[in-house]
């Protein structure tokens, strides 16, 4: 199973940016797929989650800016972020709980990050 993150770049405060995570291999089943954000010098932070029944949790500082969303036929999830602020500068990282197909066994999946840069 891999994971592989997409959308990542520069963008102005109050910008928007669209970053997409697709899920790869002998899948049997996504129990939930989240992206966290990792800022230079801070600790990773959950930001958004969305579960196998389409229900999502998000971190307060993004509520009402990010909207997470999945494709089940694509295995992907999609993290819309509008009003972008230099607080959300991060390197996002997508992560997946998925049962794999042969094993049987539900593990955590990580994908690379991916750099987002909010200008003031």
């Known amino acids: 199973v891999q994971l592989q993150a997409f959308g990542g770049g520069l963008v102005q405060a109050g910008g928007s940016l669209r970053l997409s995570c697709a899920a790869s291999?002998?899948?049997?089943?996504?129990?939930?797929m989240s992206w966290y954000r990792q800022a230079p010098g801070k600790q990773r932070e959950l930001v958004a989650t969305?579960?196998?029944?389409?229900?999502?949790t998000y971190v307060d500082s993004v509520k009402g800016r990010f909207t997470l969303s999945r494709d089940n036929t694509r295995n992907t999830v999609y993290l819309q972020m509008n009003t972008l602020k230099p607080e959300d500068t991060a390197v996002y990282y997508c992560?997946?709980?998925?049962?794999?197909?042969?094993?049987?066994?539900?593990?955590?999946?990580w994908g690379q990050g991916t750099e987002v840069t909010v200008s003031s």
């Open positions: 969305i579960l196998s029944d389409g229900s999502t």
């Open positions: 992560n997946g709980q998925i049962r794999a197909r042969f094993s049987g066994r539900t593990s955590d999946y």
């Open positions: 291999g002998s899948i049997f089943s996504i129990n939930a």
